[in-house]
Protein backbone atom coordinates (compact mmCIF):
# COMPACT_ATOMS: atom_id res chain seq x y z
CA UNK A 1 0.00 0.00 0.00
CA UNK A 2 1.10 3.65 -1.36
CA UNK A 3 0.07 6.90 -0.46
CA UNK A 4 0.08 10.38 -2.83
CA UNK A 5 -0.49 13.62 -3.15
CA UNK A 6 -1.93 13.54 -6.33
CA UNK A 7 -4.05 12.29 -8.51
CA UNK A 8 -1.28 10.94 -11.13
CA UNK A 9 -0.06 8.77 -7.88
CA UNK A 10 3.35 10.25 -8.57
CA UNK A 11 4.38 12.19 -5.36
CA UNK A 12 4.04 9.86 -2.91
CA UNK A 13 3.26 10.72 1.15
CA UNK A 14 5.60 9.07 3.71
CA UNK A 15 4.35 7.19 6.75
CA UNK A 16 1.70 5.81 8.02
CA UNK A 17 0.27 7.19 10.48
CA UNK A 18 -0.52 10.46 7.72
CA UNK A 19 0.56 13.58 8.89
CA UNK A 20 -1.59 15.49 5.91
CA UNK A 21 -3.41 18.17 6.39
CA UNK A 22 -7.45 18.45 7.06
CA UNK A 23 -8.99 18.32 4.03
CA UNK A 24 -6.38 17.21 1.62
CA UNK A 25 -7.05 14.45 -0.61
CA UNK A 26 -4.80 11.22 -0.21
CA UNK A 27 -4.47 8.80 -3.11
CA UNK A 28 -3.82 5.04 -1.90
CA UNK A 29 -2.29 2.49 -4.24
CA UNK A 30 -3.34 -0.85 -2.95
CA UNK A 31 -1.46 -3.46 -5.10
CA UNK A 32 0.45 -6.96 -5.26
CA UNK A 33 3.48 -7.15 -6.47
CA UNK A 34 2.73 -11.03 -7.48
CA UNK A 35 3.01 -11.55 -10.83
CA UNK A 36 1.09 -14.38 -11.15
CA UNK A 37 -1.95 -13.81 -13.64
CA UNK A 38 -4.24 -16.63 -12.84
CA UNK A 39 -5.07 -14.90 -9.20
CA UNK A 40 -6.79 -11.66 -8.89
CA UNK A 41 -6.55 -9.41 -5.97
CA UNK A 42 -10.03 -7.29 -4.64
CA UNK A 43 -10.02 -4.41 -2.31
CA UNK A 44 -12.14 -5.96 0.44
CA UNK A 45 -12.02 -3.09 3.00
CA UNK A 46 -10.09 0.29 4.18
CA UNK A 47 -10.21 2.31 7.25
CA UNK A 48 -8.70 4.75 8.96
CA UNK A 49 -7.97 5.12 13.07
CA UNK A 50 -6.46 7.97 14.76
CA UNK A 51 -3.65 5.48 16.27
CA UNK A 52 -3.38 2.02 15.65
CA UNK A 53 -4.35 0.99 19.32
CA UNK A 54 -7.43 2.62 19.10
CA UNK A 55 -10.80 1.73 20.09
CA UNK A 56 -13.05 0.12 17.40
CA UNK A 57 -15.88 3.13 18.07
CA UNK A 58 -12.95 5.46 16.65
CA UNK A 59 -12.68 3.71 13.21
CA UNK A 60 -13.99 4.87 10.15
CA UNK A 61 -14.40 2.84 7.27
CA UNK A 62 -13.54 4.22 3.54
CA UNK A 63 -14.21 0.90 2.06
CA UNK A 64 -16.06 -1.95 3.30
CA UNK A 65 -17.49 -5.09 1.53
CA UNK A 66 -15.79 -3.20 -1.19
CA UNK A 67 -18.35 -0.76 -1.79
CA UNK A 68 -17.64 3.18 -1.01
CA UNK A 69 -18.86 4.38 2.63
CA UNK A 70 -18.12 7.64 2.79
CA UNK A 71 -19.02 10.48 0.04
CA UNK A 72 -15.80 12.10 0.34
CA UNK A 73 -14.14 8.57 -0.77
CA UNK A 74 -13.76 6.85 -4.08
CA UNK A 75 -12.46 4.08 -5.66
CA UNK A 76 -10.83 5.13 -8.82
CA UNK A 77 -9.19 1.88 -10.35
CA UNK A 78 -9.69 -1.43 -9.77
CA UNK A 79 -7.75 -4.32 -11.97
CA UNK A 80 -6.66 -7.62 -11.50
CA UNK A 81 -3.66 -6.54 -9.07
CA UNK A 82 -3.99 -3.03 -8.22
CA UNK A 83 -6.58 -0.99 -7.07
CA UNK A 84 -6.78 3.09 -6.38
CA UNK A 85 -8.71 4.81 -3.87
CA UNK A 86 -8.98 8.47 -3.19
CA UNK A 87 -10.60 10.04 0.00
CA UNK A 88 -10.30 13.75 1.95
CA UNK A 89 -8.33 14.04 5.05
CA UNK A 90 -10.96 14.41 8.18
CA UNK A 91 -10.56 15.31 11.45
CA UNK A 92 -11.18 12.92 14.38
CA UNK A 93 -12.67 15.09 17.45
CA UNK A 94 -10.41 13.52 19.67
CA UNK A 95 -7.01 13.59 18.46
CA UNK A 96 -5.05 16.32 15.94
CA UNK A 97 -2.45 13.37 15.73
CA UNK A 98 -1.91 11.67 11.88
CA UNK A 99 -3.92 8.97 10.90
CA UNK A 100 -3.25 5.59 10.19
CA UNK A 101 -4.77 3.59 6.88
CA UNK A 102 -5.31 -0.15 7.15
CA UNK A 103 -7.24 -1.83 4.16
CA UNK A 104 -7.81 -5.89 3.55
CA UNK A 105 -7.38 -7.64 0.63
CA UNK A 106 -8.84 -10.78 -0.58
CA UNK A 107 -7.24 -13.12 -3.42
CA UNK A 108 -9.22 -15.24 -6.07
CA UNK A 109 -9.04 -17.42 -8.29
CA UNK A 110 -9.12 -15.80 -11.91
CA UNK A 111 -10.68 -18.48 -13.42
CA UNK A 112 -13.40 -18.80 -11.48
CA UNK A 113 -16.24 -16.55 -12.20
CA UNK A 114 -18.39 -17.34 -9.37
CA UNK A 115 -15.48 -16.19 -6.78
CA UNK A 116 -15.91 -13.01 -4.13
CA UNK A 117 -13.44 -11.31 -6.59
CA UNK A 118 -16.03 -11.07 -9.36
CA UNK A 119 -18.83 -10.29 -6.92
CA UNK A 120 -17.93 -6.42 -6.77
CA UNK A 121 -19.49 -3.99 -4.39
CA UNK A 122 -22.22 -5.95 -2.14
CA UNK A 123 -24.24 -3.08 -0.80
Known amino acids: MTF ?3 SNFLNTIAG ?9 D ?21 YVKPATNST ?19 VILVSTHETRVVFRRFQYPQSDAGINVICDAIFC ?12 CKN
Open 109 to 120: SARDALSRCRLG
Open 4 to 6: YSD
Open 56 to 74: AHLTSYLIKDGCEVDVNTH
Open 16 to 24: NPLQVTIGT
Open 26 to 46: IYIKVFTPAADWSTEMRLQSC
